[in-house]
């Protein structure tokens, strides 16, 4: 079965980086494009980055464009998010994704990890 | 961006009634809509794809409708474990964009 696992969330001070991995299984990770999407404590949810199957096309969400960075490696089964100049706005839960398909751009959250919490406090 | 107003924002409903939640886009998105449930702020859940489209295993008292700006889900026959918050999401036009959400209570 599909399994999402991230790791790498914790307590960071505004402006440091930090950078979350999400480990996959259960599935053909190189075949599907991949999301990152956050939930700030109490809030909705917001979609974050995606990108395709292979690496190569990525998009974010305007409040993270230049800060963050999406990538994978396929040869590891992994999905990464660097995230830099972190502010307080950051802080969240963030969930990856498995897109239904492969296609650009995924369009759809068919699986999702449980979460790795942000927190950006002095 | 597309915005997705979503409403109500919360919902208090007795075990079997009819609860129907809707979402209106601030353009057309044709069919490009998803619904998701959460329970307790864990993993969502993918429900409803492409507007009206029964994800695999989901049980089929939930359904989804519409199309250009105007969205509906629904649930026939509310049951406790549906106890849950849902948000419609669009993926017309990056970035996709989630409505607010809807808290779903049990009277």
């Known amino acids: 079965q599909v399994q999402l696992v991230e790791s790498g969330g914790g307590v960071v001070q505004p402006g440091r980086s930090l950078r979350l991995s999400c480990a996959a299984s259960?599935?053909?990770?190189?075949?599907?494009?991949m999301h990152w999407v956050r939930q700030a404590p109490g809030k909705g949810l917001e979609w974050v980055a995606v990108?395709?199957?292979?690496?190569?096309?990525?998009y974010y969400v305007h409040s993270v464009n230049g800060r963050f960075t999406i990538s994978r490696d396929n040869s590891k089964s992994t999905l990464y998010l660097q995230m830099n100049s972190l502010t307080t706005e950051d802080t969240a839960v963030y969930f990856c994704?498995?897109?239904?398909?492969?296609?650009?751009?995924?369009?759809?959250?068919?699986?999702w990890g449980q979460g790795t919490l942000v927190t950006v406090s002095s | 961006d597309i915005q997705m107003t979503q409403s109500p924002s919360s919902l208090s409903a007795s075990v079997g009634d009819r609860v129907t939640i809707t979402c209106q886009a601030t353009q057309d998105i044709s069919y490009y809509v998803n619904w998701y449930q959460q329970k307790s702020e864990r993993a969502p859940k993918l429900l409803i794809y492409?507007?009206?489209n029964l994800e695999t295993g989901v049980p089929s008292r939930f359904s989804g409708s519409g199309s250009g700006t105007d969205f509906t889900f629904t649930i026939s026959s509310l049951q406790p474990e549906d106890i849950a918050t849902y948000y419609c999401?669009?993926?017309?036009?990056?970035?996709?964009?989630f409505g607010q959400g809807t808290k779903v209570e049990i009277k």
């Open positions: 994704a498995k897109d239904i398909g492969s296609g650009w751009p995924p369009t759809t959250f068919g699986h």
């Open positions: 492409d507007a009206s």
């Open positions: 999401q669009q993926y017309d036009t990056l970035p996709w964009t």
């Open positions: 990108i395709s199957y292979d690496g190569t096309t990525k």
């Open positions: 259960g599935f053909t990770f190189s075949s599907h494009g």
